[in-house]
């Protein structure tokens, strides 16, 4: 990996883990690597490839690709015809090496062209995923900017199919646990205003997009399927990451059983939220280390670990059919969280890598949970960042994303659908904008960008099939996260299908 991809990584993730409405903790970190990443890029540093090889760096277009005349318009109300489908020429790309012919006879066999990314009054060309997630019980979309409009819009559109067409039940976002389960319960009884969407979720999705999204679940609990949201991550997003919020819920079902455990769960929340914010001082100081918390560290995750066993234990002896179970296990996966949130915090102060480590597999963990404890009869979406869903996470630790452990834990019940551009812009999660570099040749962008669609979905095997067109998927390839950062991996070992939108342009934020 070369130094300025692996900064990169920890910059924009830094970024990613502790902005909008988040703990704050690593931004000027990452803001300082950000800016040791574009130093190590312009002075053109190299470095060790994955597969040990050396990579000439890619130098950035210093501008923006112009406005393409003749894009398709993805937001019409309507599916567009191959024709409206086309693309124009990007003009940096003209050099490119087209793909050899087996290549190009495989792509075009291998392709779904999808034909609007907002139409919700006609599914047919979204109809192929039902052969493709055959046996599916978690499919993850992931997303390779959380700033992209086209990104959150085709992904509220295939939720919708996959909620009306395949039984997909659960919408489970990268954000608080707690927070969206809190949310849920909300729109059990009020319809959300209309500006606001799945606020329970980071301020990256705060856009009308996912106020469609929020609609849509309103909506379906007044059926007889109705969508539910939950969260997965460790981190809290919102304010409804509240203690008293927390406790609001959580206290009705506890005090009827247990008052002596309300307590403790109220003790856990209220003392984890005063030891983030001694560790958010501490961040906000640019200290590595943080006395103030780390003098009562271990009796905190103590207290932590007794009070969730003893919610593990309350949850364990609740009968299946008991009304009280899918709270009780909201209860007790709500206080199991706070020490893996600590965790996360204290280990940022000291090692801004830090988070693959600790935050993905706990991720992973919460979502194999809610499969089996909280929702054991329903179908699970995931929405996350690409560089989480994926197999691998190349990172010269060996820390691994959480799709790999939720690929060991799910097998072939497991869909990774990544998400990717080929020209315009996309935000950063501070709202700034990153333009979309140019395709780099040989990459997945250029393979994607010989179809010239405005949008499309990629089949890829898990086997590859000597001489027939598909061995790029199967060997290390280039390919941009966040539109511009490059990486290199084998696609076929991360993912079983890519939806590739030609022009991202910035989300219409609330």
Known sequence: MRPTKFLGRIALFAISTFYNGAPR???????????????????????????????????????????????????????LSDTELGTPPIASAAGLTPPSADEQAW???????????????????????????????????????????????VKVRIIKYLHESLGFNVIAMESSLSGCHIQDKALDTAAPPPRTGIACAFTVWDTEDLNELARYIRATRQTAQPLRLAGFDI??????????????????????????????????????ASDSRLLRACSRANQSTCPAFDGHAATSYQRLQETTQRLLALVEETPLDSPDRQEIVFAWLTVETLSGRLRNFRSFLQDAAAYAEIRDPLMAGN??????????????????????????????RGNQPMGSYLRAQWGDRLSSVGIFMLRGASALNGRSTLAVERPL????????????????????????APGAGDDWLHRQIRFYNWGAYEERDVLAGSYDGLIIVDRSTLPPYN
């Open 367 to 396: 979502i194999t949970r809610l499969a089996e404890f909280a929702y054991p009869n329903e179908k699970i979406i995931v929405w996350a960042h690409n560089l989480h869903i994926s197999n691998h996470f190349p990172d010269p």
């Open 441 to 464: 040749q040989g990459s997945l962008e250029s393979y994607a960008y010989s179809l010239r669609l405005g949008a499309m979905y990629l089949r890829i095997p898990r086997a590859d």
């Open 235 to 272: 981190q809290d997003s919102s304010g409804f990451d509240s203690s008293d919020t927390a406790m609001a819920w959580i206290s009705p079902i506890l005090d009827r059983i247990d008052p002596d455990l309300t307590n403790a769960a109220r003790s856990a929340i209220i003392d984890t």
């Open 107 to 153: 792509l075009q066999e291998n392709h779904f062209p999808i034909r609007s990314i907002v139409y919700d009054a006609d599914f047919s060309d979204l109809s192929f995923l039902s052969n493709e997630l055959e046996g599916k019980r978690i499919v993850q979309l992931g997303e390779s900017s959380h700033g992209s409009g086209e990104f959150s819009a």
């Open 25 to 79: 903790m690593g931004l000027l970190v990452a803001r300082l690597l950000l800016l040791s990443v574009v130093v190590a890029w312009l002075e053109g540093c190299g470095g060790g490839g994955n597969s040990g090889t050396s990579q000439t760096p890619n130098p950035p277009d210093s501008t923006p690709n112009p406005p393409a005349q003749g894009t398709p318009d993805l937001r019409q109300q309507k599916l």
